[in-house]
């Protein structure tokens, strides 16, 4: 059983930066493709990025791309979210979600942080 706990969430002005983190623990982490994912009020979640253990492979949504980037440290079985040039659409709960290699769906799911992007 794989648990994640994200943090660095929090209130910033448009147009700055915040980096997410998310520790994993209770898995192997070389065996999780990690992602990013975000929630807006009233709105469906939806995928921001994700990275593949090896570091080769990272994707992105179109919404992000250009302005943020996802990285781990598979030593820490961490994984992060460097978000810069943040909009007001940026405003949401960012959840670190993992999945089996090889599967598509996102097993495994932390309990989001907050950010909020103010004008």
């Known amino acids: 059983q794989v648990q994640l706990v994200e943090s660095g969430g929090g209130l910033v002005q448009a147009g700055g930066s915040l980096r997410l983190s998310c520790a994993a623990s209770g898995g192997t982490f070389a065996n999780y493709v990690m992602g990013w994912f975000r929630q807006a009020p009233g709105k469906e979640r939806e995928f921001v990025a994700a990275?593949?253990?090896?570091?080769?492979?990272?994707y992105y949504a179109d919404s992000v791309k250009g302005r943020c980037t996802i990285s781990r440290d598979n030593a820490k079985n961490a994984v992060y979210l460097q978000m810069n040039g943040l909009q007001r659409e940026d405003t949401a709960v960012y959840y670190c979600?993992?999945?089996?290699?090889?599967?598509?769906?996102?097993?495994?799911w932390g309990q989001g942080t907050q950010v909020i992007v103010s004008s």
């Open positions: 979600a993992a999945r089996v290699v090889g599967n598509q769906e996102y097993r495994y």
């Open positions: 990275i593949t253990w090896s570091r080769a492979n990272r």
